[in-house]
């Protein structure tokens, strides 16, 4: 997906209450959910040669487990620089280390569990092996989970500096309405392969071949049919 859908998960995430189990949570949490994409890096070679780049190796098992570690340990020292030059912020909850850790994780997963969903694909096996795997479930940029998370985010944020107790609320219910919403668009994908197989079938196209129903902009309820 794009980094504004995986930089608002990270924000849901910590509005959802992780936040607060420990310092700097919350910009662990964005930069993690964001961290996979410094194999953007590759666009600086111009031309196409970054698209076989893109979506591999920093997005594969063993980044998953390095990853995290990395930016857990470059965390944990920018708050003891902070602490160390008298800068670190008096209202900045105390860094715990295990959780950090575990956000760092949390954030780190969600980035290729977003980027399976779309019609771009990603090679989750990178460097063992280099399929692609495609979720063909919501398009690139999706405005509608724009809107949900960004919603859930603002209204949650502004529930919290009001100093209500159910300030967490706005960002569960954001997080449980993109869930439905990406199961209905998978459901929808489905069934327009389905559909879309057998009207092939009962014009004479062998079985043998395959249908994809790729999610196109804004219209999530329509599909482009290739085979």
Partial sequence: MDNLT????GAVLGQMGLKRKTGLAMPTLII?????DIDAVATLLGGHQHLAIRRGITHGPI???LLPVILWAMMIGYDRWQTNRGTRPEN???????WLLALAYIGTLSHPALDWLNNYGIRLLEPFSSQWFYGD???IIDIWIWIALIAG????????????????RPARTALVLTCTYI????????????VADDILVSRGTPRERMVVASPVPLAFWNREIKW
């Fill in 137 to 139: 479930t919501l398009f």
């Fill in 6 to 9: 995986h930089s608002l998960a």
């Fill in 183 to 194: 199961l209905a668009n998978y459901a929808i994908t489905t069934t327009a392969e389905r």
């Fill in 92 to 98: 900045r909850l105390p860094v715990h280390a295990g």
């Fill in 32 to 36: 993690a959910a964001n961290l996979p």
């Fill in 63 to 65: 980044a998953m487990l």
């Fill in 153 to 168: 985010v603002w209204w949650s944020r502004r529930l919290e500096k009001r100093g209500a107790s159910d300030w967490r």
